[in-house]
């Protein structure tokens, strides 16, 4: 289950690789809670839960790479 550990994480990274891909929008636009939130949406969509924070970093880099694709 997400918790904020996880999206703190998922912060940590996007500041670690800001200047990858589209980290730096991550860094910049979310915050903690914001991180969270989505996190519990994919969760409740897919009733299935992030047990792990690279599983909830590779959900943000899905996000980052279907943004640059379109």
């Known amino acids: 289950m997400a ?3 996880m999206a ?12 990858v891909g589209s980290w730096c929008v991550v860094a910049e636009c979310w915050d903690a809670w914001s991180v969270l ?3 519990d949406r ?8 992030f047990e ?7 959900h943000f880099a899905r996000i980052i790479a279907e ?4």
């Open 37 to 39: 939130e989505e996190l």
């Open 8 to 19: 703190k994480a998922v912060l940590i990274h996007a500041h670690d690789f800001y200047d």
């Open 3 to 5: 918790n904020m550990a």
């Open 52 to 58: 792990i924070e690279t599983a909830a970093i590779a």
């Open 67 to 70: 943004r640059i694709e379109a």
């Open 42 to 49: 994919v969760e409740d969509t897919t009733q299935a839960p």
